[in-house]
C-alpha cells in the first residue's frame, strides 16, 4: 500500500491501515512530515507553515483516539474584529454574539436575531439534510447567496461585512458554509493543541512508524522521495514511479497531494476521460496568502490589544474599500496591500515553548494571488534577483501598518520571516498555492453539505487531504482527518472507482 504525501489527511490514512495490519509505505519529497500543518525554525523561533489551530475538535480527537488511544489537551483561541472603528469579539456562542453586536448596532437588533435565528436553522438542517423539512430549508438557503440575503436584511455596510465574512469583506459564500464557518468560530469554537502542531503531526508518524504492531515494518515514512508519477494501466493502478526512477508496485494507492497537482502532474491525462480532466483543470480554489513571521522582543511591543484576543481580524478603520488590489499589475504598492484584510496572531500566547524566553511570535496573514508572483520564479524553487527585495518591501509596509494595532513592533523584530504564494505551493504542495482548498465562493459550485471526494475513476486510487472534500465546512484540519479515515476505508473495502464528476465546478 502506498500513500503520496506525508500531510495530515494521509498519514491518517496511513496509521489506520497500519493498524488495520496492512504494510504502508508513505512517501513525501519534502523532509518533514504534516504537509503544511508542520513547522519549521528560523534562528530559534518556531514558525507556522500553515494552520495556527482547527475547529470541529470532536473530531481531531476521535480520529487521534483511534489512532494511539491516546487523548488530546487543547487551548480555546479567542477571536476579534478590529475595524471600521469597531471591536467586536467573535469566539462567543450565538446568544453572546447577538448581545454584543445589538451593543454595537442597536437600530438593528431585530436583524441581527434573524440572522443568527437563521444560521442556527441552518446548521441543525444540516444535521440530517434528508429529513424534511431539513431539505426545504436548505433548498432555500442555496438559492440565493450570502450576499443577496444580507443586502436586504442588513442597513449598515460594517454590520452587511462581520455578518457575511466573519471579518470585514463582502458577503462572498454560500449561506450554508457562511453558517458552518460562524457555527466553528463562535458555538464550537476554534483550539490549539497542548504541545503545538508539531505535536500533532509527530503523533500521528509515530501511529505509522512506531506502532506496536510494527515490528515487521508494516508502516514506513520516507522523506525527501519525490513521486514522479501513478502507474496506470486498463483502469487500475499498479504503483509509482519515483523521480530517481524507481518502480514500487502496489495494488492500492491514495494521493494526499491535492486534486490539480494529481490529476495534471502525477497522472498521465490518458487515463481519465476528458469530462474529468476539463473539470480538475477549471476547478476554482481559493486564494493563497503573504505571510510575515515575526519573533520579537517582548520588552519592545505594546501587546494591549491581545489582552482579550489571540488572533485579530484588522482592517484600517479609513481603508478604501471601493475597490481590489490589481494582483495582474507587474507590482503591488504597498499601500493597496495595507488597506486589505489582516489576520495578526500573537502565536506565542498559545505556546510559549515556540520562542526563547523574552520573546514573543506574531504572525501576520493577508490574501494574495499567485499567479502575481510566478514572474519571480524561473524553474521550481529558484527566485530572480528582484523577488527578495520585493517581498521586503510588501512585508515592511505590513509591519508598520500593524504598528496601529501593536505600536513598537518595528524595533523590536529580532527575527522576520516573509512566504509568498509560492512558498506554499512549493513546501506545501499546494498547488496555486491556495491555502483552504476549493474555492468558498457562491458562484462556484457551492453545496449545502460537503460531497465526499475520495474515490476516483481509477480502480483502487484514492484521494485524501483538504480537497478530497467538496468544502471545508469543518475546517482544515478535521477535513484532512476524516478524509484520511475514509480513504484507509474505502482501500479495506477494496471500494471500486467512480463515474460522476463530483468536483465542485463552475458551469
Not at 194 to 211: E, F, P
Request: aromatic share 8%; proline share 5%.
Amino acid at each position: 500500500m502506498i500513500i503520496v504525501g506525508a500531510g495530515v489527511g494521509g498519514l491518517t490514512a496511513a496509521a489506520l491501515l497500519v493498524k488495520a495490519g496492512c504494510r504502508v509505505l508513505v512517501l513525501d519529497r519534502n523532509p518533514h512530515p504534516g504537509g503544511t500543518a508542520y513547522v519549521y525554525k528560523r534562528k530559534g523561533f518556531t514558525f507556522p507553515m500553515g494552520p495556527l489551530g482547527f475547529g470541529t475538535p470532536s473530531v481531531v480527537i476521535k480520529n487521534l483516539q483511534s489512532l494511539d488511544g491516546e487523548d488530546l489537551k487543547l487551548s480555546p483561541i479567542q477571536y476579534r474584529i478590529k475595524a471600521f472603528d469597531l471591536d467586536i469579539p467573535i469566539s462567543h456562542p450565538f446568544p453572546k454574539m447577538i448581545e454584543e453586536l445589538i451593543k454595537l448596532f442597536p437600530t438593528e437588533d431585530e436583524t441581527i436575531k434573524n440572522f443568527f435565528r437563521n444560521m442556527e436553522e441552518i446548521v441543525s438542517a444540516m444535521n440530517d439534510p434528508d429529513m424534511d423539512p431539513n431539505h426545504s430549508i436548505l433548498g432555500k438557503a442555496m438559492s440565493e447567496s450570502a450576499m443577496e440575503y444580507l443586502s436586504g436584511l442588513v442597513k449598515d455596510w460594517r454590520l452587511r461585512r462581520v455578518l457575511g465574512s466573519i471579518g470585514t469583506q463582502e458577503p462572498y459564500s454560500s449561506l450554508p458554509l457562511l453558517s458552518a464557518m460562524w457555527n466553528l468560530i463562535s458555538n464550537q469554537g476554534i483550539w490549539y493543541p497542548v504541545g503545538g502542531m508539531r505535536s500533532l503531526c509527530d503523533r500521528m508518524v509515530q501511529a505509522v512508524s512506531g506502532h506496536r504492531a510494527n515490528r515487521d515494518k508494516f508502516g514506513e515514512i520516507k522523506l525527501g522521495t519525490e513521486v514522479e508519477e501513478v502507474r496506470i494501466e486498463r483502469g487500475r493502478v499498479l504503483g509509482v514511479i519515483l523521480r530517481n526512477g524507481a518502480k514500487i508496485d502496489s495494488a492500492a494507492v491514495i494521493s494526499n497531494a491535492d486534486y490539480k497537482n494529481t490529476f495534471l502532474k502525477l497522472i498521465d491525462s490518458k487515463f481519465v476521460s476528458d469530462e474529468w480532466y476539463r473539470a480538475v483543470m477549471r476547478a476554482r480554489q481559493t486564494s493563497s496568502n503573504l505571510q510575515l513571521c515575526l519573533g520579537v522582543d517582548a520588552n519592545g511591543v505594546d501587546l494591549s490589544s491581545f489582552k482579550e484576543a489571540d488572533r485579530i481580524i484588522y482592517r484600517r478603520n479609513q481603508a478604501d474599500l471601493s475597490g481590489q488590489i490589481d494582483w495582474s499589475a507587474e507590482e503591488i504598492h504597498p499601500e493597496a496591500l495595507v488597506c486589505q484584510e489582516l489576520e495578526v496572531s500573537l502565536l506565542s500566547k498559545n505556546d510559549r515553548k515556540l520562542g526563547p524566553e523574552g520573546t514573543e511570535i506574531i504572525v501576520i496573514r493577508t490574501e494574495a494571488e499567485h499567479f502575481h508572483f510566478s514572474r519571480f520564479r524561473p524553474t521550481w524553487r529558484k527566485r530572480i534577483p528582484e523577488y527578495q527585495a520585493y517581498k521586503m518591501r510588501l512585508g515592511r509596509a505590513l509591519i508598520q501598518e500593524v504598528e496601529n494595532l501593536i505600536p513598537g513592533l518595528g524595533r523590536a523584530i529580532l527575527v522576520m520571516d516573509i512566504a509568498t504564494p509560492l512558498t506554499f505551493e512549493e513546501q506545501g504542495g499546494r498547488s496555486g498555492g491556495a491555502v483552504a482548498g476549493w474555492s468558498w465562493n457562491y458562484e462556484d459550485g457551492s453545496d449545502y453539505r460537503p460531497r465526499e471526494l475520495v474515490r476516483t475513476p481509477i480502480q483502487g486510487f484514492y484521494m485524501a487531504g483538504y480537497q478530497a472534500f467538496s468544502a471545508l465546512f469543518m475546517g482544515g484540519i478535521p477535513t484532512a482527518m476524516e478524509s484520511g479515515r475514509r480513504a484507509a476505508r474505502a482501500v479495506l473495502q477494496g471500494d471500486g472507482p467512480v463515474e460522476n464528476i463530483m468536483i465542485p465546478v463552475t458551469e
